[in-house]
C-alpha cells in the first residue's frame, strides 16, 4: 500500500509558521540532551548503544528528503525476524543493540 | 464534536478522568485486557480483573453517560508464561459470552518470543473459531518491526479470521502500511513518549486518508492522556483539516470496526450522529 500524495491543507510557509517554534524548542532540548551527556562522560556518545542509534538517527534528519521518520523509525528497530528462544527482559529499551549479535 | 475511545485501560484511571472524557465529548470506550505493570501470580487474580472489566467499570462509565466495553485475553507481557496463559485461554469462553465484551484482545507480542507467539496463536484460533472480534497489541519501540511483522504473519495463517475483524493497534509510520495492505483495521494509540503524538498521527492521516484507521489514547497507569482523542482533533483542525474528517476519524470509524459485533450498541441519543451509510 502506498501513501496517498496528500499533503496538509495548509501550504509549506503556513506549516513553518504553525511548527516552527515547537520544533525548535524540541531541537534545542536535543542539543542540551546531548551536552549533559558529554558533561557527565563524553565517551558513553560512542559507548552506549542507545546513543549510537541517536547519532544515526540524527545524522538520517540531514539525509534526503521524503520519509525521515521511516529512516529513524528502522534506525531504531530490531531488524531481525527470528523469534526469541526465551525471554531475556520485559521491557523494551527503545533501540537494538547491533553489536550484541556480535558479541553473542 | 462526538468520539470514542476505543483503547482506553479505566482501571488505572480516576473517576475525574472519566469525567474529562465525557466533557470532551468521549461517549464510549472500550478497555482491552492488559499488564498491571506486575504479573498476576493465579489465574484467579486474572479473573478478578476480567470482573473488573466487564462488571465495576461499566458501571463506573455510565455515571458519566459513558458507554464501557470490553475486551478479554491474555496480554503479551504475561504471555510468556504458558502455564498461566493456558488456563486463563481455557476461561475466555465465558467471558466473551459477557453482554460487554466485544472480543479477544489485547493479544500479541512483546519481547517475539517463541512463548508469546504459541499464546498469541492459540487466542487467534480461539476467536477465528467463535467469530469474535480481535484488537492486537504491537510491541513497544525497538521490538514494533519485528514483532509486527511476525504478529500479521500469523494472522495471515489463520485466513478464517477476516481481517475486517482485526484491529492491530499501536500502529506507527513504519508498520501501517502493512497492516492495511492487508486488510486488516491499524490503531494510532497517542502517547506523550512511548507510541505516536497527536501531531504524527495527523502526519498518517494525511498520508494514507482516512481508510480502516482509529485513533485512541491508549491512557493507562503510565505517562498517558485520557483526553488524547480530542487533542488529536485539535491537531487535525490546526491542519485546517475538514470537521468532517475529523467526525470520520474519531467516531465514525470506530463505529463501524465494533458495531461488527452485534454488542456494541451506541448510547441513547448518540445514534442520530451516524450517518444512514453505515446503517
Known sequence: ?104 | MRYIDHHAHMVSRTTDDYQQMALSGCVAVTEPAFWAGWDRSTVEGMEDYFRQLTGFEPRRAAQYRVQHYAWVGMNPKESDNRELSKDIIARLPRFLELPTVLGVGEIGLNRVTRNEIATYTEQIELAAAHGHLVLIHTPHLEDKYKGTRISLDVLRRHPELPPGRVLVDHAEEHTIEAILEHGYWAGLTLYPQTKISPQRAVDVIEKYGPDRILVAGACDWGPSDPIAVPRFAMEMRRRRLPESLIHRVIFENPVTFLSQSPKFVLPEGVEDAVPARLG
Open chain 1, 1 to 104: 500500500m502506498k501513501p496517498h500524495p496528500r499533503t496538509s491543507p495548509l501550504s509549506a510557509t503556513e506549516l513553518v509558521d504553525e511548527y516552527f517554534i515547537e520544533n525548535r524548542t524540541k531541537l534545542l532540548d536535543i542539543a542540551a540532551f546531548l551536552d549533559r551527556i558529554d558533561r557527565a562522560d563524553p565517551a558513553v556518545a560512542s559507548s552506549d548503544f542507545r546513543m549510537r542509534a541517536f547519532a544515526e538517527a540524527l545524522a538520517a534528519l540531514s539525509g534526503p528528503p521524503g520519509d525521515r521518520i521511516n529512516t529513524v523509525q528502522q534506525v531504531f528497530s530490531d531488524p531481525r525476524t527470528e523469534p526469541l528462544d526465551a525471554l531475556d527482559r520485559k521491557g523494551a529499551l527503545g533501540a537494538y543493540d547491533r553489536n550484541a549479535e556480535v558479541r553473542s
